[in-house]
């Protein structure tokens, strides 16, 4: 199970740092990426970090901004999100990939498991 917290309403330029946690699984082999859902929009990639935490890819609209990390001995994967905008407005969902293997996904339809998701709210 994944719980994926930190969400919030901040001003724009503000920053927020999300959390995403695993229990009863662990994360370490598996790559984990970030996605966000904004009412009458279609889930998109965020973010995704390998296993080691030495490989990571962002979507064009976040990098720069956002930093995602990962701490295998907590079993947790954060995002980092400084600089946000109006629209980063979204409830943000972690995910896990099903298989153990090095590319990093931006398909949700690539991970298995997912968080219940924590809503960001950017305010202008």
């Known amino acids: 199970q994944l719980q994926a917290s930190g969400g919030g309403l901040v001003q724009t330029g503000g920053s927020l740092r999300l959390s995403c946690a695993a229990s009863?699984?662990?994360?370490?082999?598996?790559?984990v990426g970030w996605f966000r859902q904004a009412p009458g929009k279609t889930r998109e990639f965020v973010a995704a970090i390998g296993r080691t935490g030495g490989n990571t890819r962002y979507a064009d609209s976040v990098k720069g901004r956002f930093t995602i990390s990962r701490d295998n001995a907590e079993n947790t994967v954060d995002l980092q999100m400084n600089v946000l905008k109006v629209e980063d407005t979204a409830v943000y969902y972690c995910?896990?990939?099903?298989?153990?293997?090095?590319?990093?996904?931006?398909?949700?339809?690539?991970?298995?498991?997912w968080g219940q998701g924590t809503q960001v709210t950017v305010s202008s």
């Open positions: 009863g699984r662990t994360f370490s082999p598996y790559t």
């Open positions: 995910a896990q990939r099903g298989l153990m293997d090095s590319y990093l996904y931006t398909t949700p339809g690539d991970y298995l498991y």
